[in-house]
């Protein structure tokens, strides 16, 4: 009964210990990329089209995961209409250096700083074939 009862043991405590869910970023390091993200309004670069309007992209994001996507349209004629999407936003990985969007949506972070933030916008995964990389460039909203 005792070669029995210490391994069902020490099976119990590993598996309690490494179910233990990580609930905040406890690393300094992890909490600046969330503040340099999350404290930071960000806007995109204009976009000029043939029709003589411009468009450009506004991201709010928030630590509860949430992100704001507002899209300002100004018209040849200066007139401003807005659109808003909502998105819902992760780290892909351990190491923070991606963001994840949902149905294969990810910006992998080229820079992060208090004046820019760089990013591969990418839809698909590494190796498919469908996969493609749009490099885009923000800085905060004045």
Not at 97 to 107: A, M
Request: include cysteine.
């Amino acid at each position: 009964m005792k070669r029995l009862c210490i391994p069902l043991v020490c099976s119990v405590f590993f598996f309690l210990t490494g179910c233990v869910e990580k609930s905040g970023y406890y690393e300094e390091g992890e909490d600046n990329i969330i503040s340099l993200i999350c404290d930071v309004v960000w806007v995109g670069e204009k976009v000029v089209y043939d029709t003589e309007e411009t468009a450009q992209d506004i991201y709010r994001f928030r630590r509860d995961g949430t992100c704001t996507r507002t899209i300002v349209v100004t018209g040849k004629d200066g007139e401003e209409s807005q659109s808003e999407i909502y998105y819902r936003w992760a780290f892909y990985n351990q190491s923070s250096n991606t963001i994840y969007f949902g149905e294969d949506h990810y910006w992998d972070i080229e820079e992060l700083t208090t004046a820019k933030f760089a990013v591969y916008d990418r839809w698909g995964e590494y190796g498919s074939l469908d996969m493609s990389r749009e490099y885009r460039e923000f800085t905060p909203l004045k």
